[in-house]
């Protein structure tokens, strides 16, 4: 677990602001703050980060600490903590940090301290130049690869309290519109809590922009499902996917072997058509080179995608084949038209659903051995 010691601010660095939110219950160790077990009472927390410079760090990385406390010249750092007691005092951060009334919220994955939420949060914001409002949603894990399900089931326990965060942004006067980024097991909290606030309300509030599914560890037949009732007026969706996903195969393979969201071929049949049929954009990541050995990460690691959603994605801009330049020998599908662009990385389908739901369990089961293997050679259209 990486500790949460506080530092001083130095001088020159640049320093993320954002509130956090959590279901997590407050840890009894000052220095990790919150722990992975799950609280009754969400918690609200005022922190800031110092990035260290550009001359020390490549952009698309964390830099944690390798003693403590943090040495901020070269370290993320932790620079202020400060409780958020009551409604008003959120509102009151949101009003001193809007930055244009866009707001960004992102909830994390699978096997996630609180520390960890935080810095990978902060590169993305700084990395990305957005121009946004940063609040993280931080839900109750564990932290641990064997506590996968315990995880499954926190973000279950953490729908309501996503949902109320949502709304008290909603309500904001200061906040124009939000874009949702979610991260792995976290697109399922956001899927869920979104479709529990449209039920409930008729419909999702039209300040719910975008919604940014990255890796996404969802059972296609249950995204399905969770599009469909999300309403007749849905948000603009983008989905980042990679093939070679590790982590996503795991997750198959303990999940009755059907394919996760995150990991389909956007260029291949059935897909290809449901998601244009839906409208939503699919960037498919699977060339782009990470050093992340579970390849689970790269949409936070590539300092072009970062970007992109930082000073596109979170404007509500769609994506065309032109837009995307994000390294060499990836090709860019826009709305069922294959083109090489240039040098270009990533596949973007300007697509979206009725959506992925049938004949998508066909696929022959995998051997308990095959699970360390990409899952290239497996893309074969589905009858």
């Known amino acids: 677990m990486q500790p949460l010691n506080i530092a001083a601010e130095p001088k020159g660095n640049s320093v993320v602001n954002m509130l956090v939110a959590t279901s997590r219950l407050p840890s009894d160790d000052p220095a990790t703050l919150f722990s ?24 698309g990385t964390v830099q ?4 403590l406390p943090p040495n901020p010249d070269t370290d993320f750092a932790v620079v202020r903590v400060q409780p958020v007691a009551t409604v008003q005092q959120a509102h009151d951060w949101v009003r001193t940090h809007s930055s244009g009334g866009h707001a960004m919220v992102f909830i994390h994955g699978f096997n996630n301290t609180y520390e960890d939420s935080v810095f990978r949060f902060a590169q993305i914001v700084h990395d990305s130049g957005a121009d946004v409002t940063p609040v993280l949603f931080t839900w109750p894990s564990r932290a641990k690869v064997f506590d996968y399900n315990y995880d499954k089931e926190s973000t279950n326990y953490s729908r309501t309290s996503l949902e109320n965060t949502l709304k008290g942004l909603v309500e904001d006067k200061n906040i124009k ?16 809590s979104i479709r529990q606030m449209a039920i409930r309300d008729g419909g999702l509030p039209k300040k719910i922009e975008n919604v940014i599914l990255a890796s996404p560890d969802i059972d296609v037949d249950v995204f399905s499902r969770q599009w469909t009732e999300l309403g007749a007026k849905k948000p603009n969706f983008t989905i980042f996917v990679s093939q070679d996903d590790r982590a996503l195969a795991l997750s198959r393979y303990i999940s009755g072997d059907v394919q996760r969201l995150g990991q389909i071929n956007p260029a291949e049949e059935p897909y290809k058509t449901k998601l244009e049929a839906a409208g939503i954009t699919v960037v498919d990541l699977t060339k782009v080179k990470s050093t ?16 992109l959603i930082g000073q596109r994605l979170v404007t509500g801009q769609t994506l065309t084949d032109s837009d ?9 599908v826009v709305a069922g038209t294959v083109n090489t662009v240039g040098k270009v990385a990533a596949t973007t389908v300007a697509t979206p659903v009725d959506l992925l739901s049938g004949n998508l369990k066909t696929r022959p089961k995998r051997k308990p051995g095959d699970i360390g293997g990409t899952l290239q050679g497996e893309n074969a259209p589905l009858n």
């Open 36 to 59: 992975g077990e799950r609280s009754v009472h969400p918690s609200i927390t005022d922190v800031a980060v110092s990035i260290p410079s550009s001359t020390v760090r490549t952009s």
């Open 64 to 67: 944690w600490p390798k003693k």
């Open 177 to 192: 519109d939000i874009t949702i980024l979610a991260h792995s097991m976290g697109t399922w909290l956001a899927m869920e």
């Open 292 to 307: 992340d050995s579970l390849n689970h990460g790269k949409f936070a690691e590539s300092p072009e995608i970062v970007q």
């Open 324 to 332: 995307v330049g994000l390294g060499d020998g990836i090709t860019a």
